[in-house]
């Protein structure tokens, strides 16, 4: 009797033990990354002396929400709320994405008319954007390795905020009106932003920013 009434036991305790492990799976969860220079955006590695999202984040299940080149720094998505990852990634909500591009050069006013009213790439033409000149370098950690500059040639920080993800697109752009991007980092995506994350170091997005971001105006005023 003891024998069976302690199996029985021990089958409920698996039972509820199981329930929560199935629980557990089901919950939404997003995280905020703050992608380092020279990481690819996925957790499989194809090349054994590059870095992968699967050095940083052990978390499972979780899937990049649009990509960030390996070149580039910056804020990215991970989830397994598939809602929400179609939201942020479909190009039709058209979410807002600010970079900061260090151009070699300073661009005049013409040039960024032309990356506001829109470029053509690759026989595609952007769509308007907002872009300003920074007064200043923006505070961001020292990137690893540096970046290369060119003596007695000037840089300068762009602030671009896009409604669009094209391949390389940041990139293309400046060079398009002739002032190259030397480095990239993407600060924020909709309301979300690298705040006080460090290369490498990610977080929970808590339940208000999910809604947030799952109701948010999904539309782009210029001005």
């Known amino acids: 009797m003891v024998t069976c009434h302690l199996l029985l036991i021990l089958g409920e305790l698996n039972k509820k033990m199981t329930a929560g492990k199935q629980h557990k799976r089901n919950q939404n969860r997003t995280i905020l990354f703050y992608k380092p220079y020279g990481v690819l955006s996925q957790f499989t590695k194809d090349n054994p002396d590059r870095r992968t999202l699967k050095d940083y984040i052990q ?19 991970l989830t397994n709320n598939g809602r929400l990852q179609h939201l942020i990634s479909h190009p039709r909500f058209g979410h807002q994405r600010t970079y900061w591009a260090q151009v070699e050069r300073i661009p005049d006013e013409q040039a960024l008319e032309k990356l506001r009213t829109g470029v053509s790439i690759k026989n595609y033409f952007t769509k308007p954007a907002l872009v300003k000149l920074l007064p200043q370098a923006p505070d961001l950690p020292e990137r690893n390795p540096p970046i290369r500059f060119r ?10 905020t896009l409604i669009e993800g094209k391949n390389r697109q940041v990139r293309r752009m400046t060079a398009s009106v002739g002032f190259p991007t030397l480095r990239l980092v993407r600060v924020s995506i909709a309301h979300l932003s690298l705040e006080d994350l460090q290369p490498g170091q990610w977080r929970y997005l808590s339940s208000a920013e999910s809604k947030k971001v799952l109701s948010v105006n999904r539309s782009l005023s210029y001005k």
């Open 151 to 160: 003596l007695n040639v000037p840089t300068a920080w762009l602030e671009m």
């Open 59 to 77: 978390i499972p299940d979780v899937y990049p929400v649009g990509r960030l080149d390996w070149d580039s720094e910056g804020l990215m998505l």
